[in-house]
């Protein structure tokens, strides 16, 4: 496994960050969720986001933001604990109140419009990570052009599938989870606004077979790809990922589908289709104005012809002044 932290790599960029994302996904339950740990230390700042999609297509969704003075002590903020333990077994913990939109696409406007909210409930989850993979860092396998560009998103960024198993408890609904999940590890200076499109897809057919594809384009269309497949046991580099196609609702921000070509390390040559699920939109503004949406969503994927894939659906998109 990496280093847990790396506070000494931390330069004087107050946007430095170190982040920690879970994402999973209980196929027999149509539950999804996810939760991001980010801590700036030039700022001595943490935030927390812990997001469900439901199975009655309703979300539920958690924010904090706290002082952090030395986050190499916990991966804690608020009520959310990422907790690692021996041979790459984590521990994910949550306990707080949770408020639940009708519509995740309102999820981001509920301090503005109170009424959007349907309830709050109290929430308890309790999940254990067992990896199935050897954790899998992008950099290691990227171009020179790419790791330049790929610098806007952070400079190491390392991936791992595990078998999940644990319980959610949200008001009175209990769940016993058992599914495919995965973690996400990232440090560096994150452009939120910086970047016009970026794409980050976690994708799960079954134990034998996943597939992680991120790439971030740039205004002259430039790439930086990275990703791997896993097949087999084994963690695939990709060599090349071509857009195909990428199609936008009118706004050109919400995202309804897309088309890749990747091509891994060994020459094979593959096709990955995507459709996105119920989203959640998380704005950035910077101090100039600038504005980008971050969606977070669990997608429907079909790769090489193969039906049933899952998992987590993210583009970054800028919006246009």
Request: contains cysteine; aromatic residues 12%; proline residues 5%.
């Amino acid at each position: 496994m990496e280093p847990l932290t790396h506070p000494k790599l931390c330069t004087d960029h107050l946007e430095w960050n170190e982040s920690y994302y879970f994402v999973f996904y209980d196929k027999k339950l149509n539950l999804g969720g996810m939760t991001r740990l980010g801590f700036k230390p030039n700022k001595q700042e943490g935030m927390a986001f812990f997001f469900l999609f439901l199975p009655d297509g309703s979300a539920a969704g958690y924010y904090r933001d706290q002082k952090v003075k030395d986050y190499t002590k916990s991966l804690k903020v608020g009520g959310v604990s990422h907790n690692y333990h021996s041979q790459s077994k984590w521990n994910y913990l949550f306990k707080g109140n949770m408020i639940i939109v009708k519509n995740p696409e309102d999820l981001p406007e509920v301090r503005a419009q109170p009424k959007l909210i349907s309830e709050t409930q109290k929430a308890y989850m309790n999940i254990t990570f067992e990896p199935i993979n050897q954790t899998y860092e992008y950099s290691e396998y990227m171009t020179p052009e790419s790791i330049e560009i790929g610098k806007k998103a952070g400079d190491k960024h390392w991936e791992q599938i595990a078998t999940i198993s644990g319980n959610i408890q949200l008001g009175d609904h209990h769940y016993i989870i058992n599914a495919l999940g995965q973690r996400d590890h990232t440090f560096g200076v994150r452009d939120w606004t910086g970047i016009g499109n970026w794409l980050y897809y976690v994708v799960w057919f079954n134990k034998n077979l996943a597939v992680n594809p991120a790439a971030i384009i740039i205004d002259d269309g430039s790439l930086s790809t990275g990703g791997f497949l896993f097949k087999n046991g084994k963690n695939i580099p990709l060599k090349t990922i071509r857009i195909v196609d990428q199609q936008f609702r009118e706004d050109g921000v919400l995202p309804i589908s897309s088309e890749l070509e990747l091509i891994d390390s060994l020459g094979d040559k593959h096709a990955l289709k995507a459709n996105v699920g119920p989203i959640i939109p998380v704005p950035f503004k910077d101090s100039e104005g600038n504005r980008s949406i971050l969606v977070q969503s669990m997608g429907t994927f079909e790769l090489d012809g193969e039906v049933g894939g899952y998992g987590s659906f993210e583009t970054l998109r800028r919006v246009k002044k």
